[in-house]
């Protein structure tokens, strides 16, 4: 296990390697930061001279590999926006993403592990019908909608929670929320085939027969293994949360990495979108890394050499 | 019966969850929402909160280039000179200025001032300040300053700006962003990255907090030269959704909303104590014309015709909400060298237009040419090619994404017209012009007058304020005949208040708290 651990670690050089060269040249060949940050009536003179400060006048390679140079020294270069260290600011926003992530996953698993069961406990019933059709609903409803409406519905009318901004726990709720419906939606599907399937295991029967009571045999046997997908999809899901809460976050003016990135893109500054999407892909690989140690804890079948 | 005990089981446990953190979520949301009204602007509290679309850069005044940051900075950092809300140079931090020569002006300042750290202020700190945002070419606002030679310190309360020539536009640059004035003994001793998480103005208000992409929070300055502010504390928050800035202001989490979007003006307006106001902004929406010999746009008669085909008041009606003001100049009033016979009038004639159009030698269809827009003023286009092919015009609508739109203006890679919302932050009509002057037009328009170009030229260093106005109401006469650009309409500011504020908002769309005044209850 710790042998597995490290060498995982030591993959994830070449991954970052690539990641840091896709998104140099995806930044440099969109567009022109200059441009965004002088104003209209500025001349060709004023944008030369600042193109020479930032050093864009040089050739591609010669800037990426002084890119890498300053990164593997954790520095991504300074933000042209804000003038202050890219890899800082992105830091800085980290938290707030993660709080944002851990509540959604909170909310999601707490609305699609008693649902997920119960649907697969009572399958092919009315009961059934009516989770699967919500989970439906929760999926295809659109983030930023189902954001809105619920500003609308629990701020402006009934004024029982902040519009936006992030505070003590009542900010977290609507957002939270609205992160872990579509992630509840998708959680309880799983969870329901996946018990499912266990459900009907040699294994569970035998359980039953020995006389073992209904819910001892649920929860102990089937409900454990049935876990192992949902982790997967928890895991996946968790770096997306991380990473792209882009519009909830934008909905809610929640001051995250997603909000980050997204002002960064729009004002092209590279180095934030450099720094952002580099500590993404980290998080990406060191998430997976843990992924597969949970699968070891909860199915002691799973080796790793 | 067991199956129906675990059902049971299942739906209490899932019925007890829910309720446990619904109430979880009320009780303290009921908490947080009392502290949040608290902090809006009940009549006890002082606090001001205004929601902007956009955050700040940074507290460098130098190196900013939006209106929202100058919009925040204003109150923590004072000019020499200051605009009143009619564009009036009033006295800041500087009493008295006189031009000694055609290159030096001689500024008296202010005895008694002090920054928030509690250092004096004087003619040292007007020195670093304006020094180093005209040499250091890093600076975003560098380009408005770099013509400045010289800050000589005359005494700790005199000092003479130098000029590299006749500058006419030297108040209107000391009275804008980029002249911001910092304090020189603080930033030497404790380096600029500490005053930048730590900045030090002499104004009204004090810095307090800024947490990025979220809120800036400043507090009053007890010893402000001009008396105690008005407000305890001013909060500018950023919400770049406009939907949510809506429903903030009517939730009462703000005071003041900019930016609402025509969409929900009824809306807003249909509250008992919430309120729109608007004001002109300086931002012009206009159409340039490539006149590179071979473009179509070259022929002054298809140019009048693209200007008689559009109806502007129309387009304001529609897709501003009624918020813009037609005009066929775009130096506005408010601006230096304004001509007021050219502001609110606008030319519309179809009829007209397809004649203009076939005595150009063009059958209905055959007049092709692309339009350029930023994906901002798309609606605005899709309406203005909508009128134009009816005219009998063929429209190609470009329309960008906002960086790539300003890669192609720098890169002056546009066809036959573009169409953009210029912004002047001097005040002054050499702004909107210089980009017709020979050299700038090269490329882009192509424009080529040699009579404008005498003009302006002479503008640019023309100390005495009376001729030069009078040459650019020349300029602007000929504009509106040769049209090398037609111009829609002048856009508004458009903001939500509600009803415990006075809000006017003003035409350089500044926030300066204290002119925000709280109604008395």
Not at chain 1, 97 to 112: C, K, N, P, T, Y
Not at chain 2, 49 to 57: H, K, L, P
Not at chain 2, 161 to 186: C, E, Q, V
Not at chain 2, 287 to 314: C, H, M, N, W, Y
């Amino acid at each position: 296990m710790g042998k597995y651990v490290l060498k995982s670690l030591l993959q994830i050089i070449p991954v970052l390697f690539i990641v840091s060269l896709i998104v140099f040249i995806l930044v440099r060949v969109t567009g022109d930061p200059v441009a965004l940050m002088l104003p209209e009536t500025a001349t060709a003179e004023d944008r030369a001279v600042l193109t020479q400060a930032l050093g864009l006048d040089q050739p591609l390679y010669t800037q990426y590999v002084k890119f890498l140079g300053s990164a593997i020294q954790g520095d991504f270069g300074q933000s042209f926006r804000y003038n202050q260290p890219a890899l800082e600011l992105v830091l800085e926003r980290l938290p707030a993403s993660f709080e944002l992530a851990v509540a959604a996953m909170f909310f999601a698993v707490l609305m699609a592990v008693p649902l997920g069961v119960i649907s697969a406990v009572k399958r092919n019933t009315f009961t059934d019908l009516i989770i699967s059709g919500i989970s439906v609903i929760g999926k295809a409803m659109p983030n930023f909608w189902m954001g809105i409406m619920l500003i609308l519905l629990f701020s402006v009318m009934l004024g029982v929670l902040p519009v936006s901004g992030r505070g003590g726990f009542s900010h977290l709720i609507l957002p939270a929320f609205t992160l872990g419906v579509g992630l509840a939606a998708q959680m309880t599907r799983l969870i329901r085939s996946s018990m499912l399937e266990i459900l009907n295991q040699d294994y569970i029967r035998t359980a039953r027969s020995k006389g073992l009571g209904r819910m001892v045999v649920i929860v102990k046997h089937a409900f454990r293994n049935g876990l192992i997908p949902v982790v997967t999809i928890m895991s996946l899901q968790f770096t997306s949360l991380i990473g792209g809460t882009l519009i909830t976050e934008t909905v809610f003016s929640w001051p995250g990495l997603g909000q980050l990135l997204v002002v960064a893109v729009n004002t092209h500054d590279m180095a934030i979108v450099q720094a952002a999407v580099f500590v993404i892909a980290v998080i990406v690989v060191v998430t997976n890394i843990l992924t597969d140690v949970a699968y070891r804890l909860l199915d002691p079948r799973i080796k790793y050499d | 019966m067991k199956k129906r005990q675990w059902t049971g089981m299942w739906i209490t446990l899932l019925a007890v969850v829910m309720v446990l953190s619904a109430c979880g979520g009320k009780t303290t949301s009921t908490n947080d929402g009392a502290a949040t009204e608290g902090t809006g602007s009940g009549s006890a509290s002082t606090t001001l909160t205004i929601a902007a679309a956009t955050d700040i850069e940074s507290f460098d005044p130098h190196n900013n280039n939006n209106t929202s940051s100058e919009a925040v900075l204003v109150n923590v950092f004072d000019y020499l000179i200051k605009n009143d809300s009619e564009q009036k140079k009033v006295a800041g931090l500087a009493t008295s200025w006189d031009q000694v020569d055609d290159t030096t002006w001689r500024f008296k300042l202010r005895e008694g001032v002090t920054f928030h750290n509690g250092d004096p202020f004087t003619s040292a700190d007007v020195k670093y300040t304006l020094e180093r945002v005209a040499k250091d070419e890093t600076l975003k606002q560098n380009s408005y300053f770099k013509n400045i030679v010289e800050v000589k310190v005359v005494d700790d309360y005199t000092v003479d700006i130098i000029t590299d020539g006749p500058d006419p536009l030297l108040l209107n640059r000391l009275s804008k962003m980029g002249a911001g004035i910092l304090p020189a003994k603080y930033i030497a001793d404790n380096g600029f990255d500490a005053f930048l998480k730590q900045p030090v103005g002499t104004g009204p208000y004090k810095f307090s907090k800024w947490t990025k992409d979220d809120r800036v929070e400043l507090v009053k300055n007890e010893s402000y030269f001009d008396g105690e502010p008005k407000w305890n504390e001013v909060v500018f928050r950023v919400i770049p959704e406009a939907s949510t800035r809506v429903s903030e202001l009517l939730a009462g989490g703000v005071d003041v909303a900019s930016s609402i979007p025509s969409t929900d003006i009824a809306r807003i307006e249909g509250e008992a104590d919430k309120k729109i106001v608007k004001a002109p902004i300086q931002r012009v929406l206009q159409l340039i014309f490539r006149q590179t010999e071979g473009s179509i746009t070259a022929d002054p008669k298809v140019r009048e015709a693209i200007d008689l085909a559009i109806d502007k008041q129309g387009i304001v009606d529609s897709i501003a909400g009624g918020a813009g003001i037609v005009t066929r100049t775009s130096v506005t009033p408010g601006n230096f060298g304004a001509d007021p016979s050219l502001y609110k009038t606008s030319l519309y004639d179809q009829e007209k237009a397809k004649q203009l159009l076939q005595e150009a030698g063009y059958a209905e269809g055959e007049a092709e040419m692309t339009i350029s827009v930023s994906a901002q003023y798309k609606e605005q286009a899709e309406v203005v090619a909508a009128m134009l092919e009816q005219a009998g015009f063929k429209i190609n609508l470009d329309v960008l994404e906002a960086s790539a739109f300003s890669e192609r203006y720098s890169s002056k890679s546009f066809k036959e017209i573009f169409m953009i919302g210029i912004g002047n932050s001097l005040f002054d009509a050499s702004n909107n012009y210089n980009r017709y002057m020979l050299e700038e037009a090269k490329g882009e328009s192509d424009y080529n007058n040699p009579e404008v170009e005498k003009l302006l030229q002479s503008a640019l260093v023309n100390m005495d304020p009376a001729a030069r106005e009078k040459e650019y109401q020349q300029v602007q006469q000929i504009f509106s005949e040769e049209r090398p650009a037609v111009y829609l309409y002048q856009m508004e500011g458009v903001y939500g208040t509600n009803a415990k504020v006075n809000f006017a908002p003003r035409s350089d769309e500044m926030f300066y708290a204290d002119e925000i005044t709280p109604v008395a209850q």
